[in-house]
């Protein structure tokens, strides 16, 4: 008996579903109360146990800032060589920037993929905002400009006053915070890439 040409694009979903969960470094928790699905369907899914109905495939892809096709894809070309965000469209920002983060609004800007490692955020960090007490080391860098007010980042011990128009790029391997001491927000976009 042949296997039917839909069969090989199911048994993709549950794999893209859950390379898409990892290039954002959400786990598995933080997936479903993003999408408004249980963590045990999510499993299921990455799994192959179960196939997605349209409604949750839907939350899901909107969770991790894909178009549905990027899971149903059979085409066999080549991906577009560069992504478009367009200024109405907002993608969710990856789990792990700033798990414990105070006094912030985040919002995506670019998502890792395959072919693209980098990951953008645009952040407004009211007074007294910060990174809080773990910022996770990881291999990577991240490159930070701030557009309006004063950030103030200590890495490795050293402490950098980051003014509007500046920016200051380190490796995340290294201890690294950040906290707003002024009296107006600080607006300001991370640009984060992992080893």
């Given at each position: 008996?042949?296997?039917?040409?839909?069969?090989?694009?199911?048994?993709?979903?549950?794999?893209?579903?859950?390379?898409?969960?990892?290039?954002?470094?959400?786990?598995?928790?933080?997936?479903?109360?993003?999408?408004?699905?249980?963590?045990?369907?999510?499993?299921k899914v990455e799994r192959?146990?179960?196939?997605?109905?349209?409604?949750?495939?839907?939350?899901?892809?909107?969770?991790?800032?894909?178009?549905?096709?990027?899971?149903?894809?059979?085409?066999?070309?080549?991906p577009p060589a560069a992504?478009?965000?367009?200024?109405?469209?907002?993608?969710?920002?990856?789990?792990?920037?700033?798990?414990?983060?105070?006094?912030?609004?985040?919002?995506?800007?670019?998502?890792?993929?395959?072919?693209?490692?980098?990951?953008?955020?645009?952040?407004?960090?009211?007074?007294?905002?910060?990174?809080?007490?773990?910022?996770?080391?990881?291999?990577?860098?991240?490159?930070?400009?701030?557009?309006?007010?004063?950030?103030?980042?200590?890495?490795?011990?050293?402490?950098?006053?980051?003014?509007?128009?500046?920016?200051?790029?380190?490796?995340?391997?290294?201890?690294?915070?950040?906290?707003?001491?002024?009296?107006?927000?600080?607006?300001?976009?991370?640009?984060?890439?992992?080893?």
């Open positions: 008996m042949s296997t039917p040409s839909w069969e090989p694009i199911v048994d993709a979903i549950g794999p893209k579903v859950r390379a898409a969960r990892s290039r954002l470094g959400l786990s598995l928790q933080q997936l479903a109360a993003r999408a408004d699905v249980s963590a045990a369907a999510v499993h192959g146990d179960m196939v997605p109905t349209i409604t949750t495939l839907l939350k899901l892809a909107g969770a991790l800032g894909q178009p549905v096709s990027a899971f149903v894809d059979d085409s066999g070309s080549e992504v478009l965000v367009k200024a109405g469209q907002r993608l969710p920002p990856p789990g792990e920037w700033a798990p414990a983060a105070l006094g912030i609004r985040v919002e995506g800007r670019a998502t890792a993929s395959d072919a693209l490692h980098a990951t953008a955020v645009e952040v407004t960090v009211e007074p007294g905002g910060q990174s809080g007490d773990t910022r996770p080391r990881r291999p990577g860098e991240e490159l930070v400009l701030v557009h309006e007010g004063t950030l103030t980042v200590e890495v490795a011990g050293e402490t950098y006053e980051v003014e509007a128009g500046d920016t200051v790029h380190y490796p995340t391997d290294r201890g690294h915070s950040w906290h707003n001491r002024g009296d107006g927000p600080v607006r300001a976009t991370w640009v984060v890439l992992r080893g």
